[in-house]
């Protein structure tokens, strides 16, 4: 049953987005880890076709926020609003109170209102006016950002950027797929008329598969060893959190699940910690924004130096 929903899930994003197969993958593992992404790349490459396909392949309430500069928390939290016949205030639930959330060009936004989706990202819930409501599973936060766009943009602070299992880039296509692009424009009628393969509950379900998935303590040594690799990096200002090594763990275990597998390998761990860990870090030559790119080149030499159990 595991295999046959993932299965669905991907084949069905696949249908109309025609970009590199890892990035399905990669949204797969944070979907069932109950992560959060962050997609960014330059623009038309895609970045927002892929959060949507993601977001109607599984039947659930979605939204899409698409941030500004004078966007207010309010605005995506919800705010109160007087009922002139009840004489009460009544609370109006904003967009974040979705179960597949896309939160468009991120950094376009003011800081204050990027904090507001903290505690939803980290907790799961929203406190609103001195009472706190839970966010209905599964909750995701797909955030798209732009990086190489500076004028009009606030950058994400460091602890948000944390809160994001895992951040990826799209990538241009290959030449084939991007021929069948110009030939389907896949991103119009087609995602229009993508039908849900899935539902809410059996996604849960799937997440909660994931705590059984085994990992071995050689690959968790493994995990280890390649954190305190960070940690002790005379390139890094800062290593990787424990949040980080915990996010480390769940996208392996869901990276287990996607190939059909109820244990955990060391080439897991590998294919996910420059996605995982390279927003986490700072280096000595510190560039705002998390420098990712900066990052994926120090962990890289991490990963050669770290030796991996057999």
Do not use: W
Not at 300 to 309: M, R, W
Request: hydrophobic share 40%; charged share 20%; with cysteine.
């Amino acid at each position: 049953m595991v295999n046959t929903t993932i299965d669905r899930l991907r084949e069905n994003i696949r249908k109309v987005f025609l970009g590199h197969p890892k990035a399905v993958d990669l949204m797969l593992i944070g979907l069932l880890a109950r992560g959060h992404v962050l997609i960014e790349d330059v623009p038309g490459v895609g970045k927002t076709v892929l959060a949507r396909s993601l977001a109607r392949s599984i039947d659930c309430r979605f939204s899409r926020i698409q941030l500004t500069p004078d966007l207010l928390p309010g605005d995506v939290l919800g705010v109160s609003v007087y009922n002139s016949q009840t004489h009460q205030f009544e609370f109006k639930p904003g967009p974040v109170f979705a179960n597949i959330v896309l939160a468009d060009e991120i950094n376009r936004t003011t800081p204050r209102t990027q904090s507001a989706l903290l505690e939803a990202m980290s907790e799961e819930q929203v406190s609103v006016e001195n009472q706190t409501l839970p966010l209905q599973r599964p909750f995701m936060l797909v955030a798209t950002q732009n990086p190489f766009e500076f004028e009009g943009t606030y950058h994400l602070p460091e602890n948000q950027l944390d809160r994001f299992l895992l951040r990826i880039s799209v990538g241009y296509p290959d030449r084939g797929s991007e021929q069948r692009i110009l030939i389907t424009q896949p991103g119009r009628a087609a995602l229009d008329n993508l039908a849900p393969v899935t539902n809410a509950q059996e996604v849960v379900e799937l997440q909660d598969k994931l705590s059984s998935v085994r990992m071995d303590a050689a690959v968790l040594d493994y995990i280890l060893d390649l954190v305190e690799g960070t940690r002790h990096s005379d390139e890094l200002h800062l290593g990787v959190s424990p949040r980080g090594a915990l996010a480390l763990t769940h996208a392996s275990q869901a990276a287990a699940v996607l190939a059909g597998r109820d244990f955990v390998t060391p080439d897991d761990v590998k294919g996910l910690f420059l996605s995982t860990c390279a927003h986490r870090v700072i280096g000595k030559s510190y560039l705002h924004n998390g420098d990712a790119r900066g990052t994926e080149a120090i962990l890289k030499k991490i990963l050669e130096q770290v030796p991996a159990p057999r």
